[in-house]
């Protein structure tokens, strides 16, 4: 079992940027991803890392958003820049099992999951 807690959501300008943190404790993560719900939508894949730091993003975000992790702290990080309104959502981090298959970008997939932060992006 992996505990995640989530930080660094809050309201932003479009075109700004905001980074996320995830910091697991109870065991070190295999594989972390990140996913959004907006309000009415489904939860939908963002960005995935593994811990040897192998990353993978969805359409949506590629080139705006970027995975990192801090082994020592066993935390992983979500940089995002460029945000535009339809960016808007809670971001939920979750932990996989090494060995799940790559990408690893299933909800079902993902055995642990984090509260969830606020994201806003304003125009």
């Known amino acids: 079992q992996v505990q995640l807690v989530e930080s660094g959501g809050g309201l932003v300008q479009a075109g700004g940027s905001l980074r996320l943190s995830c910091a697991a404790s109870?065991?070190?993560?295999?594989?972390m991803g990140w996913f959004r719900q907006a309000p009415g939508k489904e939860r939908e894949f963002v960005a995935t890392i593994t811990y040897g730091g192998n990353t993978y993003y969805s359409d949506s975000v590629k080139g705006r958003f970027t995975c990192s992790r801090d082994v020592t702290k066993n935390t992983g990080y979500l940089q995002m820049n460029s945000l535009k309104p339809e960016d808007t959502a809670v971001y939920y981090c979750a932990a996989a099992l090494r060995g799940s298959r790559w990408p690893t970008r299933e909800i079902y997939e993902y055995v642990d999951w984090g509260q969830g932060t606020q994201v806003t992006v304003s125009s």
């Open positions: 109870g065991r070190t993560f295999g594989i």
